[in-house]
């Protein structure tokens, strides 16, 4: 059984189409990447997901529960944090992960309350009310409130858009723990370093279209070859690495690195000629250097 399934779903908004026949699916125990530029289709995506807008065609499935036909149990299986900061401010914050609990049908789960309060670094606010606290803490609670039913497939909307780095690093541990021990997790943000360190699985969406489903370690090992800048004494290169020259500037030399055999072959020559290496530096496509490639193409 797959996490969740999307099967050619589309939404349209009047004439505007917002998503285009989207289809792909994340495996169970995943920490998976949604990316793409704002407008592309994400929010859309994530909401009909979770219910909050019905999709124009196709279907929508969440560890095997269809969001429309069997929406209680599809509701009971996704906890989604969204963008917005969304909150009942005449509530405490430990009063609104109660009632958040008892949406869910759940009694006595104050001992899992109180160990997401720890992990987000909110137990000396848990009896604040909600209007009393910053923007940060506020997103720290939006993150609680997906987590108090223990959802399998958690579905994080720019969790960490305007937050600080101390929260970003609180949630991460909390969130990649999770990830270890079974959840599943969807990702969508514009701070792609996040991605690349944290997901295994990617999938980019541009103007409501699935452009790109792969494995990281493809979808990085798709782009731009990687390079290895070399300072050299002297400052000349053996005519069989000439090939390789992407660039020189005096006694530093970039050449193209298919792999790492392809770096041993370049010490080796360098040997033989006698060539001394007095610095090393080798460097490969990122995440964001590739999704901008992908948006432009």
């Known amino acids: 059984m797959k996490a969740i399934e999307f099967n050619h779903v589309g939404k349209d908004f009047g004439a505007f189409t917002a998503l285009k026949e989207v289809s792909f699916s994340v495996e169970q125990g995943d920490f998976f990447a949604l990316l793409g530029p704002n407008g592309a289709g994400k929010t859309t995506l994530i909401s009909i997901l979770g219910g909050l807008t019905r999709a124009s065609r196709g279907q929508t499935r969440v560890m095997g529960h269809d969001v429309a036909s069997d929406y209680r149990a599809a509701r009971r299986a996704v906890g989604i944090v969204p963008q917005e900061l969304v909150f009942d401010p005449f509530f405490t914050v430990r009063e609104s992960l109660v009632f958040q609990s008892g949406y869910f049908g759940l009694r006595n789960n104050d001992n899992w309350i109180d160990e997401i309060l720890h992990n987000l670094g909110l137990s000396e606010k848990a009896n604040t009310n909600m209007r009393a606290l910053s923007g940060g803490m506020k997103r720290r609670v939006m993150v609680a409130q997906a987590l108090v039913h223990k959802p399998p497939v958690i579905v994080l909307d720019e ?77 000349t290169l053996p005519e069989r690495l000439q090939p390789l020259l992407l660039k020189q500037q005096e006694s530093r030399f970039t050449l193209k690195l298919a792999d790492c055999n392809g770096l041993e072959a370049i010490l080796s020559e360098l040997r033989a000629h006698d060539i001394t290496i007095k610095d090393l530096a080798i460097s490969q496509p990122d995440l964001e250097e590739i999704f901008v490639q992908m948006m432009h193409a």
């Open 159 to 235: 969790p960490t858009a305007g937050v600080d780095v101390e929260l970003r690093q609180t949630l991460w541990e909390f969130i990649q723990r999770l990830n270890t021990q079974g959840h599943t997790i969807v990702l969508t943000t514009h701070y792609l370093e996040e991605a690349e360190t944290l997901c295994n699985r990617i999938a980019m969406l541009k103007r409501g279209e699935l452009i790109a489903l792969e494995d990281k370690s493809t979808m990085l090992g798709r782009g731009a070859a990687r390079t290895v800048e070399l300072k050299l004494k002297p400052a």
